[in-house]
């Protein structure tokens, strides 16, 4: 065994862990430490031992074991905790060395980080990982962001452990400055939240609506990861959805229905508020999560609020057609919505992102991994300038040909009572962006009105404004801003 390590791993939970196992294997020393120091001991008696992996104790020792430039990645908990690391092991290093915070972090803390660790002569690099336990042992997606000189140091690292395409190309590269690359991952995980609330909301239309069994939409759900649909999570539904109790019953029944969050999906939806982008079907999925969390409250309210439980007497096999039609539309805005809100952040932050080149990240290892993403590179690859999927050839037809499936599907959700947020939310995007006029000018009539927020008119150029007296007793001053 090599007395000094490629690379350092700090946070042995079950990411960590695993990551170093896949650093290993692809022929690395790795020097592992752990805040709780038994998880260190506990790790080097049972998976790691007999490998190239080096515990410590102390961060000196951590320091003392690493090759020049040291490199440090970090597997701990976003927030405070990264910051105190820091600050507890920058009098340690020397310029040039070079921390890696694997976790999930706010961008703007990558950014705020970047920032001092540069200002300190050392490297910093924020990088989105996903995959969960198996993509981080066997090859997770990789977005790394941040110093840029510190990526040609960590690239064949980064690469050698990243899922790989049929090709050999890995599911890793350059992402951008600062915090491109928890930005890019944030995205990643305000999409997963987008797809999974289709994906259940598909699930509760087949339940409620169509009275299917969970072996019923097993075989559903097995049939489309054959086409079009193909991807990690219709993949695992189908699993989920066989799986049985020990009483032979299916175990999804038995799940509680009130689901968990990190926080991802609500920052992607916050920031896109700040930007000013209609991510409507992602924040409608938080939101989802976040009413499923009020079931004690749903429980009284459904012996107080009553609402429609017509029978469905249409053909259960045309319905689920359908349904897989409006599923994809769906699955196309939520990606258009996402990219737009890369596109936003590139320009706010002057990130050279390249889109087609995310699309391929995502396209294996990573928990939205889909077919669906080969589509994404080939839009970028025929118009680099594309900034918003809907026009691309290939998912404005999908979208326009599905449209009337997809209309089917949400209204007889809502006539039926049930719940369609991520669904209509959708719908009611794709009807938005395609409509020439919006009811907007009654709006800004109204903010004139109360607050002299002035208008623009059709009849005369855009950028001249105009403040109306509507009351004949509220003068003609007008506020000075105006912000659309």
């Avoid at 909301?201 to 075989?219: P, S, V």
């Avoid at 290892?365 to 050839?393: E, M, T, V």
């Avoid at 995007?429 to 709006?443: Q, T, V």
Wanted: with cysteine; proline share 4%; aromatic share 8%.
């Amino acid at each position: 065994m090599k007395k000094s390590a490629d690379i350092a791993l700090v946070g042995l939970a079950v990411m960590g862990e695993n990551l170093v196992l896949n650093m290993e294997s692809k022929g690395y020393t790795v020097v592992v430490y752990n805040r709780t120091l038994s998880k260190v001991d506990a790790f080097l008696k049972s998976r790691a031992k007999g490998k190239n992996i080096i515990g410590v104790h102390s961060l000196e020792e951590l320091v003392a074991s690493l090759n020049r430039p040291r490199k440090i990645m970090l597997m701990i908990k976003a927030g405070k905790a990264v910051d105190s690391f820091i600050e507890q092991i920058i009098n340690f290093l020397e310029p040039g060395d070079i921390i890696v915070d694997g976790g999930n972090s706010h961008y703007q803390d990558t950014i705020r980080r970047t920032e001092y660790m540069e200002s300190r002569g050392l490297l910093y690099i924020g990088t989105g990982i996903s995959g969960g336990e198996q993509g981080a042992l066997h090859g997770p997606s990789i977005m790394p962001g941040g110093s840029q000189k510190a990526w040609p140091k960590l690239k064949p690292i980064l690469q050698s452990i990243a899922a790989k395409l049929a090709d050999g190309t890995p599911c890793c590269d350059w992402i951008g400055s600062d915090g491109a690359g928890h930005f890019v991952k944030m995205v990643h995980n305000g999409i997963e939240y987008g797809d999974m609330q289709l994906i259940a909301e598909t699930y509760q239309l087949m339940r409620n609506l169509l009275g299917m069994t969970a072996d019923e939409m097993h075989t559903v759900f097995e049939e489309w990861n054959r086409g079009e649909l193909e991807s990690y999570l219709i993949e695992i539904t189908g699993h989920i959805l066989q799986f049985k109790d020990e009483d032979g019953l299916p175990l999804v029944n038995k799940i509680l229905d009130r689901a968990g969050q990190k926080g991802t999906g609500k920052w992607t939806a916050i920031t896109a508020l700040d930007m000013g982008i209609p991510l409507t079907l992602i924040a409608e999925a938080v939101f989802a999560r976040c009413l499923s969390a009020k079931k004690q409250e749903r429980v009284r309210a459904a012996k107080l609020l009553s609402g429609p439980r017509a029978p469905f007497d249409g053909k259960k096999s045309e319905f689920i057609r359908n349904l897989k039609q409006a599923l994809y539309a769906c699955k196309i805005i939520s990606y258009t919505q996402g990219y737009t809100l890369m596109h936003a952040a590139a320009a706010e932050h002057n990130w050279k992102l390249d889109y087609g080149n995310i699309a391929l990240m995502w396209r294996n290892g990573c928990i939205i991994r889909s077919a669906f993403l080969q589509k994404i590179k080939d839009a970028y690859a025929h118009n680099p300038q594309l900034n918003n999927l809907l026009l691309d050839p290939f998912f404005k037809e999908k979208v326009l040909s599905g449209q009337t499936a997809w209309r089917r599907v949400t209204s007889a959700a809502l006539n039926a009572g049930i719940p369609v947020p991520a669904f209509a939310s959708a719908l009611c995007y794709f009807d938005g962006y395609r409509s020439e006029s919006l009811p907007a000018n009654l709006i800004q009539a109204q903010r004139d009105y109360f607050g002299a927020h002035t208008y623009e008119r059709v009849d005369r150029p855009e950028g001249e404004f105009f403040h109306t007296d509507w009351t004949g007793k509220g003068g003609a001053t007008a506020a000075s801003v105006y912000t659309a």
